[in-house]
């Protein structure tokens, strides 16, 4: 089982890049906020329109899904699970056993 106490913020940056399946739309992993969150980008979607401070749409930006890492026992937060990233995050925890 993936827990919190086997990665650090560097591994976790390791999966920006990556392409996963989320609520059966194609995304790319394209940040990690503030050490527990990860960013996915759809890749082939309709565009959000994005409003000003004042509420007002005047352009569109792709659509993104933020998701915690862990949940608040440590463990793999289950919307990444459901996301197939369980198998990146143990196939980084390999390689930290084997030091590389």
Known sequence: MVTKDKFSSEHLLTL??????YQNQQCEIIELLDG?????????SDKNI???????GHRTVPITHILTVFDGE???HSDLAAAG??????DICKQLSHGN
Do not use: N, S, W
Not at 36 to 44: A, E, G, I, S, T
Not at 85 to 90: A, F, T, V, W
């Open 85 to 90: 990233l369980e198998h990146l995050l143990l």
């Open 36 to 44: 527990c969150q990860l960013v996915l980008q759809v890749l082939k």
């Open 16 to 21: 920006i890049g990556q392409q996963v399946i």
């Open 74 to 76: 440590g463990f793999l």
């Open 50 to 56: 994005q409003a000003t401070q004042y509420g007002e």
